[in-house]
């Protein structure tokens, strides 16, 4: 066989490396972008954070700045030691010695700051629960399994290889593991995210009173149990035809998933004494807030303070001397300082990136659901899309996906919300429906054809038979048999 070298030209289509960190960054919430803020400052060396930086000793008031105090007590120890030391009256020193040791050893035993007790971690909640709820001796493995949580409230490896460090059966680790999966908050200790939604949905169904509740509960612990892969793919018509459902009954129990269910167990913690409730909405943190104001509606990004980073000035100094060419240092040291002062620029500027995103496109969000936001009624929320925010923007589709997905939004009355509830064009038309019906004549009661023809004069076209699969989906007799 005659080998022979061969010489061809090809074009190839490769993602930048600057798109996937900007479309990373993009979808990460307020919590995740603060852990991601954190865990780049550890990183990289020529990253700082505005907070870290030292003042140039202009400081209005010296007295409330670490930097500018420090410099004041060492001038003042400089003065001191240059006057020499009036020891004045030898017994009359010795008594007020004897009193000062008093009042130091009490200062210690009082300190209120030092004595406060610090907040419950999800840990030591965990470990309580452990040695109220397990014998001794299975006390090490639970302690084992609780440290090995990662941030979600997943366990970290799996059950071969703790049961390998440990060197006990694997029985054992998964029995000790599903005493740990019983803890609050539902879902802690799960290994995958369909394991954790089960948990979940096993802990909705011991504690939901509701008939309702039951039913798309049990509907979901179907559908994740048994098709769990097709769930991401939106195969909405395979599942109904695999599960004898509707297709509408998908979808509601999708929304129940999306809406009751938490993958990131470990956030839903609080500690014991907080007021507020323990369920998946307590714990949501808004990443976008929308104010009201004299001028408007005011659009703040939550997180923006995070995003005060800078680059270190000597890093800098020496950046732009190795670009100049002014410094001669040895190659690695060169390679060094361009690398992580050039990798700084990038993070910080797609910062500033995801934040004016972000901005963007909930002020095209507020122009076109205004009436929502002056009511707070979702009755008011327009029919919208990501395809139509993408098109007033100028913008990709996928850009508007990624800025929205799993993302909250505060609104001016305080209510904290997903950013689907603007693109459920369904909503309005339900609240509008339940409107009409809760308002008219217990005598006379609109039809369904009445309702389509009051619906179009709202500016909101829809069919008949929709009107029907609405009002059947909320429990809502027909006009014959509301008639009283």
């Given amino acids: 066989m005659l080998l022979q070298r061969d010489q061809r030209q090809q074009n190839t289509q490769r993602i930048d490396p600057k798109i996937i960190l900007a479309n990373s960054i993009l979808q990460l919430s307020a919590v995740e972008l603060s852990q991601s803020i954190e865990s780049e400052l550890m990183e990289n ?11 140039a000793g202009d400081c209005i008031d010296p007295t409330v700045c670490p930097y500018c105090m420090q410099r004041l007590q060492e001038k003042s120890v400089a003065n001191s030691a240059d006057d020499p030391p009036d020891l004045g009256d030898q017994d009359t020193l010795d008594f007020e010695n004897s009193f000062t040791g008093l009042a130091c050893d009490g200062e210690e035993d009082l300190d209120p700051v030092g004595n406060l007790g610090s907040e419950v971690t999800l840990r030591e909640h965990l470990t309580g629960l452990l040695r109220s709820s397990m014998p001794d001796e299975d006390h090490p493995l639970g302690l084992y399994l609780i440290n090995n949580l990662n941030d979600r409230g997943w366990l970290g490896d799996s059950i071969q290889s703790i049961a ?86 998908v979808k509601s129990t999708l ?50 303070e995070l995003a005060a980073l ?36 990038l993070f910080i500027r ?3 990136m995801r934040r004016q995103s972000l901005r963007q496109i909930t002020r095209c969000i507020v122009d076109c659901q205004t009436g929502f936001l002056e009511t707070g009624s979702r009755q008011f929320i327009r029919p919208l899309t990501r395809t139509h925010v993408a098109r007033l923007l100028s913008i990709h589709e996928s850009t508007v996906s990624r800025a929205t997905a799993n993302k909250f939004v505060q609104l001016p009355n305080q209510e904290v919300v997903s950013y689907n509830i603007f ?33 179009a004069a709202k ?26």
């Fill in 45 to 55: 060396p020529a990253l700082e954070s505005m907070d870290d930086a030292t003042c």
């Fill in 164 to 249: 390998l460090d440990l060197n006990v059966s694997e029985a054992e680790v998964v029995r000790v593991l599903r005493v740990l999966q019983s803890f609050d908050p539902p879902g802690i200790g799960a290994r995958d995210l369909q394991e954790c939604l089960l948990i979940q949905l096993t802990h909705v169904l011991d504690n939901a009173p509701l008939e309702e509740a039951r039913r798309l509960a049990l509907l979901a612990r179907l559908m994740v149990a048994n098709h769990f892969d097709l769930v991401p793919l939106h195969r909405y018509p395979r599942i109904a035809k695999l599960m004898s459902i509707s297709i509408e009954d």
């Fill in 255 to 304: 929304e129940y998933i999306g809406s009751n269910l938490n993958p990131y167990p470990a956030n839903q913690f609080r500690p014991p004494w907080s007021n507020a409730s323990s369920g998946v909405k307590s714990s949501v943190r808004p990443d976008v807030v929308i104010r009201r104001t004299q001028y408007g509606y005011e659009v703040d990004v939550v997180g923006s």
């Fill in 310 to 345: 800078n680059i270190n000035p000597l890093y800098r100094h020496l950046y732009n001397g190795i670009k100049a060419g002014t410094e001669q240092h040895p190659a690695e040291y060169r390679k060094h300082v361009l690398e992580y002062v050039e990798r700084a620029e």
């Fill in 350 to 352: 797609t910062l500033k």
């Fill in 423 to 455: 693109f459920n064009a369904s909503l309005s038309v339900k609240d509008a429906i339940e409107t009409m019906i809760q308002e008219e004549n217990p005598a006379k009661p609109l039809s369904d054809q009445k309702i389509v023809e009051l619906l």
């Fill in 459 to 484: 500016g909101i076209p829809v069919a008949r038979r929709t009107v029907v699969k609405y009002r059947t989906n909320m429990k809502i007799l027909s006009s014959a048999r509301r008639r009283r």
